[in-house]
Antibody, heavy 121, light 111 residues
């Protein structure tokens, strides 16, 4: 059974750096054909893809946020970490991590419950 | 402004059939990238509903179906039920942006 769970600070101040951790179970981050992505959703708004890490060390970022994002993984801990620098109130959103079976389709088939991050002074 | 365009809302009575469109361009849907659909019930995480244009994951009722043609895709829900009231999102890949993209979402109301 594949599960993902997001964790991290839920309240950050403007200009600070956000660090979120996605802890996964039911699959290995070192398995061929597997990736983990981050997607966010501002309150009342649409989903927005942020970043993706594949098997191996391949990484992809949203072009509009690339300069602020870093995605990394620790296979020994079954964790994927997303950092976003220079946080702004417009970055207030629920942040999700999701399983990405890229060898069988470029979709997100299992999602974490999400964590609401609020950016406020 | 989303790369994939969806109607903001659709509605239907119980038992009816509704469709939700997802319009893209030559750099995403029209470039033969697959379209996937997600259902998001209020206050919950999105759930994969359709993948690879028309495939249902295990456990998704066959009332839900997907199709794709040209630069557009559609999600059809037949035999509408009250529990189908949710937000629906399409998703694909855009080669010009080198990014995975979502539609703006469609709110389905069951009358």
């Amino acid at each position: 059974q594949i599960t993902l769970k997001e964790s991290g600070l839920t309240l950050v101040k403007p200009t600070q750096t956000l660090t979120l951790t996605c802890t996964v179970s039911g699959f290995s981050l070192s398995t061929s054909g597997v990736g983990v992505g981050w997607i966010r959703q501002p309150p009342g708004k649409a989903l927005e893809w942020l970043a993706l890490t594949y098997w191996g060390d391949d990484k992809r970022y949203s072009p509009s946020l690339k300069s602020r994002l870093t995605i990394s993984k620790d296979t020994s801990k079954n964790q994927v970490v997303l950092t976003m620098t220079n946080m702004d109130p417009v970055d207030t959103a629920t942040y999700y991590c999701a399983h990405f079976p890229y060898s069988s389709g470029w979709h997100f088939d299992y999602w974490g419950q999400g964590t609401l991050v609020t950016v406020s002074s | 402004q989303s790369v994939l365009t969806q109607p903001p809302s659709v509605s239907g009575a119980p038992g009816q059939r509704v469709t939700i469109s997802c319009t893209g361009s030559s750099s995403n849907i029209g470039a033969s990238y697959d379209v996937h659909w997600y259902q998001q019930l209020p206050g919950t995480a999105p759930k994969l509903l359709i993948y690879g244009n028309s495939n249902r994951p295990s456990g998704v009722p066959d009332r839900f179906s997907g199709s794709k043609s040209g630069t557009s895709a559609s999600l059809a829900i037949s035999g509408l039920q009250a529990e189908d009231e949710a937000d629906y999102y399409c998703q694909s890949y855009d080669s010009s942006l080198s990014a995975w993209v979502f539609g703006g979402g469609t709110k389905l109301t069951v009358l």
